[in-house]
Structures are given as C-alpha cells and as structure tokens.
C-alpha cells in the first residue's frame, strides 16, 4: 500500500541531514505526517531553505537517549520508520570513534527497540552502507559477509547485522539499504568530495584531495536514493527481511570525477593531492541488480543532469554565506 493515500505516520531520524531532509522533502510533498529527530540543525541546510521546519514535528533528541526515543514512538505509534541517523563522516569517527559507535551502533538498537512495541508498523527502514562490506575484490553483492575492519566501517557493518536479528527474532519489518557515495544539493559536508570541489570552484581554491585520486567509488544522487527509500517502504511486503544496495552507472576515480565535472561545467578545477588517508576502501562498487528485479528501481539521474543545478545550490549557498 503506498503513503500517499494514506496520510501516513512516519518518523525520520536524521531528517534534517543532507538525505533525510530530501526524503522528508518527499514524505511531506505526499501528504504524510512527519516527525523528525535530530540533534544538528545547521543554518543554511536543505532542510531550512525548504521551510522543513514549519511542516514537520521537528524534535531535538540524541538516538542514543534510549528512554525519550522510547517514549517519542510509543507516543507517535508511526506506520513508517526511516532510521537516517548517523555520524556518518569517515575521518571525523577515525577521531572520535566511541561516540560514532553508540550512535550507529546503539542509536540503531535503540530505534529497533523501541519500534518492537507498535502495533501498526509496516516499515523500519534501516539505511546501511557499502562501508559495511568492508574491503572486497570486484561488485559487492547483498549475499557478501559483513566486514568491516575500522571503526566507522564496523559500525555500519554492527548495526546492518543488528536490524536483521530484530526481524529474524521478532519479526519486525525491517528492511535495509546500503548505499554508495550520495550526492546532491544540500550536502553541507566540505570534506565530502562533490561538496568540496563544488565549494572550490564557487570561491576559486584550491580542492585539497586526502586520498591518492585514484579511490573509486559509486556516485548516485539524492534524489534516485529518496525514490528508492520511498519505494522499498511503500513495497514492504516485497521487501521486508531483505537489504538492498543502491549503485549507479557512475563508478568514477577521483581524479575521472573531477575531469568529468570540469568537462560538464566548462570550468578548470585546481587541485592537490595530499594522498593522506587512513584505512580508506580503495575500490567499492555495488551491484544493484537486486533491487531492480524486486521493485524495479534503477537510477536515473546522472551527473550530466544534475551537476548544472548542483553547482547553483553551492553558488548560492556561498554567497548567502559571504552576506553573513
């Protein structure tokens, strides 16, 4: 049964990041009733611009508070969970990686806890990563083993785990995707790659490149993720008990997805490479043939038409920015 004609209870945790506030975009585009949890609300964010905050129930609250989430659903009996909530930046859990692993790991048990007691739930929407494979030779498929060997990459691996025992113990209707690197209007993290070139071309710096340039990662964008989320949920009897990988046709080095955003935008990117990254996956890829054959989902945006828009976000973000 789909949302929209439901006026449905939904919950998001980390719905004012950068892909929660696009799925809450669409959540609310449809008509549902949207709680939101999250801790950050940054100024400027895709979640403010869009007014997010006057059409949702926004509550600030940590996932790892295990009695007010508690207490939050049990109240809220929502028919559909979106779990967003995550420290979800590599180099910043290599720092600090105690706090990521509760909040990934017992932010997510906290969340399947407490969800054990509604009644009418049709979906827990658990988002995972292709980190959580750890490193592989060739496509990462659904049926690979978790392994993770760093903090941030074990945590999603954790937590990945953790959502399939709480449907093969008590049944819950989890289900779970692993997405590759998200891309978008509204990523308000410079560290990211996309973000951090945009952000160079719009001040005209310098891109400072951690890795070596030749990491190769998936590209897709936010809102090929969001459709999918949305559909995975919608589909909850195709889907329940199952993780999904979301891929793209854009499997691009650094260096190659710099070269082709200057080509796309006519511009000249000035960069340096550092090549200064820890435990980083040199190669990930993720086969998404699964989720096409269960609900038909495939990409379809590309960097050729979304870069031009892309670019404007940043531009104007940078300039609302400077007026400050």
Not at 50 to 59: F, H, I, P, V, Y
Not at 260 to 273: G, S, T
Not at 281 to 286: C, E, N, V
Request: hydrophobic share 35%; proline share 3%.
């Amino acid at each position: 049964m789909g949302m929209s004609p439901d006026n449905s209870n939904c919950l998001i945790t980390g719905g004012t990041g950068f892909i929660g506030s696009h799925l809450v975009e669409e959540l609310v585009r449809r008509k549902n009733r949207v709680t939101v949890i999250d801790t950050n609300l940054l100024p400027r964010s895709w979640f403010l611009l869009n007014g997010l905050d006057k059409k949702t129930n926004l509550l600030r609250v940590d996932v790892r508070d295990r009695h007010a989430i508690s207490a939050i659903i049990k109240k809220l009996e929502p028919l559909y969970v979106f779990h967003f909530a995550a420290r979800a930046i590599v180099e910043e859990v290599y720092q600090n990686p105690q706090e990521a692993l509760e909040t990934n790991i017992m932010g997510t048990v906290n969340i399947l806890e407490a969800a054990r007691a509604c009644h009418n739930l049709r979906c827990v929407l658990v988002t995972s990563s292709d980190k959580a494979y750890g490193k592989k030779e060739g496509k990462y498929r659904e049926s690979d083993a978790l392994k993770g060997d760093h903090p941030y990459e074990v945590s999603k691996s954790a937590a990945d785990l953790i959502a399939y025992s709480y449907y093969k113990t008590y049944g819950l209707p989890v289900t779970i995707t692993r997405f590759g690197n998200v891309y978008g209007e509204g990523d308000l993290h410079f560290s990211r790659i996309i973000p951090g070139i945009m952000m160079a071309l719009v001040t005209d710096k310098t891109l400072a490149i951690r890795s070596n340039g030749k990491f190769v990662r998936d590209y897709v964008y936010v809102k090929d993720i969001v459709n999918g989320c949305m559909r995975l949920a919608e589909e909850a009897d195709k889907t329940t008990g199952d993780a999904f990988n979301f891929g793209s046709h854009e499997t691009l080095s650094v260096i190659d997805l710099i070269k082709k955003v200057q080509k796309l935008l006519n511009k000249k990117i000035k960069y340096e490479i550092l090549n200064c990254t820890q435990n980083e996956i040199p190669s990930q890829s993720l086969d998404f043939t699964k989720i096409t054959r269960v609900i038909s989902w495939k990409p379809t945006w590309s960097l050729e038409k979304s870069i031009s828009n892309i670019f404007e976000f940043y531009k104007k973000f940078y300039e609302m920015s400077s007026l400050q």
